[in-house]
């Protein structure tokens, strides 16, 4: 009898776990163990916490390391004192902890700098113990989290000797969300800091927020959209934000707010925004004054000046760098750091919209201060599936670039489309800029060894929002996971990445694991092969990004497809060589002799510096016509390969989960049809050439593509 419900208590147990899980945990899961091998591995070498330091850090990374270990060993691990046996696990720093400062580790901390941590297995009077050393708190706390990881992805304990260091000092997630609560470009409900409520109510998910953040190693944020609005410089704003500030900073995440540049007009009722006005460069320090009088460890500014609208020191004949210099120079008194953004749009149409930051910023490039930064998007135009690297990197070695990501799927399929979007990061930071000579990677650029650089950063445009699971779509989240990873390290494989991800999300079978990690591998080069395949870019519909617009010919003519894909009876393209825009001259030399010749510049990125005839014979042997048509049949054919991978890993994962990605990929099959189908028809309107065999034709006419309205798309539709 007793046994009966034992087992029936069990099923109970492993059928709710398996449906009960709505995305809300990510990939702090802390899933019990079930290799019992393993456990028993675990639990042997593991006995007793023993945690030094009284810091609220010390305190949360303590409390993390005993909820996680509890869930995934089945067993409360103590807290103790003294090390009386084997198996304890020591965490503090030299400071905090007389073992820890009794062991030699003075060499490897130094290396691991103020944020970095050294996990070790280690004797003290004859016990073996655990150590996880650092010089601060937080240093403790990503270590924490760190072995937590390695029991997650179960990992072995018994040889430990982890040195983990970020690779860049500011690691932080733009956030474009405003006071209304609405998040531009965002598909994953409303913006999670309610201002309405604030300062005096700040829940639950602001910790759990900052919390799965300080897991991966992001350490700002910043809260307000690059499109600014200046009340949130105003008092009643500033308190708001200093409750959010309280929150986040045991988990060692400073906060940032974007800074209108007409602020001084709109709130200080200044006549003017001049940055060289000394009144106006006055208000702007008593305005750092007060937020650091609210917020002593306020971390600063992100600019978006003279783009798309916005105010900035151009409006009075000022450059870039008196804009940012001023802001710097307020901020500086209190260690702030000012963002400056290269996306910058001039008023006048250019002639070619992929060559404006380099020349607008290169030749300020020594005349910043020294707490400035310039954040240059990844590629030259917008986040688009595929783009070259930004030409920027590399070419302002006075100063230090910070590399902006998007991880909201703007241009990649809202939160509707599977794309892992590691593969796309990965590629720009290990493109060689040979800035530096050959093996110059952009990552060695924004992580300052190049120019020797202290100050260093990166940026992730948030995809976070109130929806349940964060992300919208459950694989969405390796997104937001996968730049926290990079920002600290960015030589990291998008496998090894991906790898993490799903042992911490889904499972740990390995059969599983692998399935999933080849779909999310190849799933960016399948959103670009639908959307913009061999270079093709920015053909999106105007307004919401997501569906096609190859045919979008109307407005200012850099916001148009037509601007970008250039398609004629001859050909298609952008022709960005020395015969063209000549933006290949913006890049180093042999890169630029290699994306000036249709012979060497990568396909993938042909139709991005080359205007090519259709009948151009590609290395496939095939004309430029039939693969474009390949390429968009085979991305709607690879997303029925994920569906049916998909289908293979059902018994590995929940149902809910399960159900929720299965019914995604229904729709990302829809789109990736229309995607294929709209481009194929539209741009056959020039090409005149029919579609080669082999490939699904379209079920309708042109037309009902360009008038299609999408009424299911989170952020979009309506
Ligand atoms: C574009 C977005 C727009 C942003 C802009 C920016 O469409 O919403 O404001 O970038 O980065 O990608 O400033």
Redesign the pocket.
Known sequence: MVRRYFILFISIFFITSLNAEDGYKLWLRYEPVSDIQLLAHYNKSISGLMFEGTSSTIKLASEEMKAGLKTMLGAEIPQVSYVRKNGIIVAGTPESSKIIASLKLKDKLAKAGDEGYIILNSKYRHRRIIIIAANSDAGVMYGVFHFLRLIQTHQSISVLAIESSPKTKVRLLNH?DNLNRSV??GYAGLSLWNWDKLPDSVGQRYKDYARANASIGINGSVLT???ANALILTKDYIAKVAAIANVFRPYNIKVYLTARFSAPIEIGKLKTADPLDPEVADWWKKKADEIYEFIPDFGGFLV?AN??GQPGPQNYNRSHADGADMLADAVAPHGGIVMW?A?VYDNNVPDDRAKQAYNEFVPLDGKFRKNVLIQV?NGPI??QPREPFHPLFGAMPKTPLMPEL?ITQ??LGSSVHLVFLAPLYEECLKSDTYAGGRGTPVAKVIDGTLDDHELTAMAG?SNIGNVRNWTGHPFAQANWYAFGRLAWDPYMTSSDIADEWIRMTFTNRNEAVERIKKMMLDSREIAVNYMTPLGLHHIMYSGH?YGPGPWVDRGRKDWTAVYYHRADSVGIGFDRTSKGSDAVAQYFKPVRDIFEKTETCPENLLLWFHHVPWDYKLRSGRTLWDEMCLRYDSGVKSVRWLQSEWGKSKEFIDNERYEEVKALLVKQERDAKIWRDGCILYFQTFSKRPIPDGIEKPEKSLDFYENYRYTDIPGISR
């Open positions: 474009w531009e470009r959209n690059v499109n978006k783009s798309e953004r996306f998007k917008d986040f998007q703007e241009y445009v990004h």
